[in-house]
């Protein structure tokens, strides 16, 4: 597990969201997370508008002392980045994976400018095509209800689920040239470089075949 010293904050908010059966590998459902090219079509105007369509260029390395990949100086324009946010803001992400199927989040926080928001998603595989995700958000939000916070989450994820579901091929493609990246695919790359260099295949054309396909007929 990895550290995570928000969890400790008083005045934090512990929000677990429960859990999302996704059709779809652990990997691909870490990479879309990882995703912001997305947010403009498939979050309309909640994380995204597609009137600011661009993803800025971003840092991304596999930071070899904590053996973690991370993304940083990501920048995207979310109309509503947080059910705490009033109005369009300039979102700034840090993405941090600590495990091959675990990703955090530290994103702009609408109410506080000093520190960061957290959501982390846990994604448990059940067989390599077939997972379930468990996003959990430490957020300062001293206004909400938990009801709202979830479901703000939940509007997301779901939202995220329909795209997943239906991506081909279900499992990660590991070989190289599979999939044409672009310059916001940085974070991929090197994600798909750290489970590479593991061998850690699970859930990716590396590794065993997708039984899900079969079992669900
Ligand atoms: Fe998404």
Same mark, same amino acid.
């Given at each position: 597990?990895?550290?995570?010293?928000?969890?400790?904050?008083?005045? %934090? %908010?512990? !929000?677990?969201? /429960?859990?999302?059966?996704?059709?779809?590998?652990? =990997? %691909?459902?870490?990479?879309?997370?990882?995703?912001?090219?997305?947010?403009?079509?498939?979050?309309?105007?909640?994380? *995204?508008?597609?009137?600011?369509? +661009?993803?800025?260029?971003?840092?991304?390395?596999?930071? &070899?002392? !904590?053996? @973690?990949?991370?993304?940083?100086?990501?920048?995207?324009?979310?109309?509503?980045?947080?059910?705490?946010?009033? *109005?369009?803001?300039?979102?700034?992400?840090?993405? %941090?994976?600590?495990?091959?199927?675990? !990703?955090?989040?530290?994103?702009?926080?609408? $109410?506080?400018?000093?520190?960061?928001?957290?959501?982390?998603?846990?994604?448990?595989? $059940?067989?390599?095509?077939?997972?379930?995700?468990? =996003?959990?958000?430490?957020?300062?939000?001293?206004?909400?209800?938990?009801?709202?916070?979830? /479901?703000?989450?939940?509007?997301?994820?779901?939202?995220? &689920?329909?795209?997943? +579901?239906?991506?081909?091929?279900?499992?990660? =493609?590991?070989?190289?040239?599979? @999939?044409?990246?672009?310059?916001?695919?940085?974070?991929?790359?090197?994600?798909? &470089?750290?489970?590479?260099?593991?061998?850690?295949?699970? /859930?990716?054309?590396?590794?065993?075949?997708?039984?899900?396909? !079969?079992?669900?007929?």
């Amino acid at each position: 597990m990895p550290h995570i010293p928000e969890a400790d904050e008083p005045d %934090r %908010r512990y !929000v677990p969201c /429960g859990a999302v059966r996704v059709k779809s590998s652990a =990997p %691909r459902v870490i990479e879309n997370f990882l995703d912001m090219a997305h947010f403009p079509f498939v979050h309309t105007d909640i994380l *995204g508008s597609e009137a600011h369509s +661009e993803v800025e260029k971003y840092k991304c390395e596999i930071r &070899r002392d !904590v053996d @973690e990949v991370w993304a940083t100086d990501c920048v995207f324009t979310q109309p509503q980045a947080a059910k705490s946010a009033s *109005g369009a803001i300039r979102t700034d992400y840090i993405y %941090r994976i600590t495990t091959p199927f675990t !990703v955090l989040l530290y994103k702009t926080c609408p $109410m506080s400018e000093t520190r960061w928001d957290v959501i982390c998603l846990f994604v448990q595989p $059940m067989e390599p095509g077939l997972c379930r995700a468990h =996003p959990v958000m430490f957020l300062l939000d001293e206004t909400s209800t938990d009801a709202d916070l979830i /479901g703000f989450q939940q509007v997301i994820f779901l939202q995220d &689920r329909i795209i997943l +579901e239906n991506q081909r091929p279900r499992l990660l =493609p590991l070989e190289p040239r599979f @999939e044409t990246p672009t310059r916001a695919d940085a974070s991929s790359i090197a994600y798909r &470089r750290w489970l590479k260099e593991k061998g850690c295949v699970y /859930g990716t054309t590396l590794g065993p075949a997708d039984t899900f396909t !079969v079992t669900a007929a």
